[in-house]
């Protein structure tokens, strides 16, 4: 089955700075990457995600990047602010009914004053 | 739009009772649920993926007879811990996946449940 690999595990960034987080997955069949963001004891709510077909979607500070070839793919937040911070995942999937998604083990990022 | 709601938000149970947890998909048809556990700082687990109409297939590890799964509509799932033990407190999240459409292949997550069992 897929396995997904999320790093880093923690990630403090000065307010403004941008943050990186990089994800590999292992089934070269996966082609629906969504980004979760997780605030402490709430449900994830989707950032942001990515098809296979595409290397690259904006949506205003967030961008996600995928690389097939080597089968990892990035989420990029620019001009992060404090209420950025939360848990971040990363996950991988196939599309179609049968689909279900493999989580990364998560990020936590933090923003600081 | 695509809102999930889950029931309860809490629950506190004595050992060897069973709990129920529903899932709604509120303003769509999802043709599909997900149940996942959270243990505290760690990822999402798939437990087990819920069909409208069929049998929920189970990840590997999880048991089928302590987790029973029901998926009586296209917008309602229920999730029943039977004979509930310590081990079992976690935090629970379903998930809804939509019926083709506009909402593509997202699954849109409910509150989760927050299971505590003494």
């Known amino acids: 089955g897929e396995n997904v690999e999320q790093h880093p595990s923690t990630l403090s960034v000065q307010e403004g700075d941008s943050a990186v987080i990089k994800c590999t997955y292992s089934?070269?069949?996966?082609?629906?990457f969504p980004w979760y963001k997780q605030e402490l004891g709430k449900r994830p709510q989707l950032i942001i995600d990515?098809?296979?077909?595409?290397g690259e979607k904006k949506d205003q500070r967030i961008a996600v990047t995928l690389n097939k070839t080597a089968k990892h793919f990035s989420l990029h937040i620019t001009e992060t602010q404090p209420e950025d911070s939360a848990v971040y995942f990363c996950?991988?999937?196939?599309?179609?009914?049968?689909?279900?998604?493999?989580f990364g083990t998560g990020t936590r990022l933090q923003v600081t004053l | 739009g695509a809102v999930v709601s889950q029931h309860p938000s809490w629950v506190i149970c004595k050992s060897g009772t069973s709990v129920k947890i529903e899932c709604r998909s509120l303003?769509?048809?999802?043709?599909?649920m997900f149940w996942y556990r959270q243990f505290p700082k760690q990822s999402l687990m798939l437990m087990a993926t819920?069909?409208?109409?069929?049998?929920?297939?189970?990840e590997q590890g999880v048991e089928k007879d302590k987790f029973l799964i029901n998926h009586a509509s296209l917008t309602l799932s229920t999730l029943t811990v039977t004979s509930a033990h310590p081990e079992d407190s976690s935090f629970y999240i379903c998930?809804?996946?939509?019926?083709?459409?506009?909402?593509?292949?997202?699954?849109?997550f409910g509150p989760g449940t927050r299971l505590l069992v003494l």
């Open positions: 998930s809804a996946r939509a019926a083709g459409g506009g909402l593509g292949e997202t699954q849109y």
């Open positions: 089934d070269s069949a996966s082609n629906y």
């Open positions: 990515i098809r296979s077909n595409v």
């Open positions: 996950a991988a999937s196939l599309t179609g009914t049968a689909s279900k998604l493999t």
């Open positions: 303003d769509f048809q999802a043709t599909t």
């Open positions: 819920s069909n409208e109409g069929s049998k929920a297939t189970y």
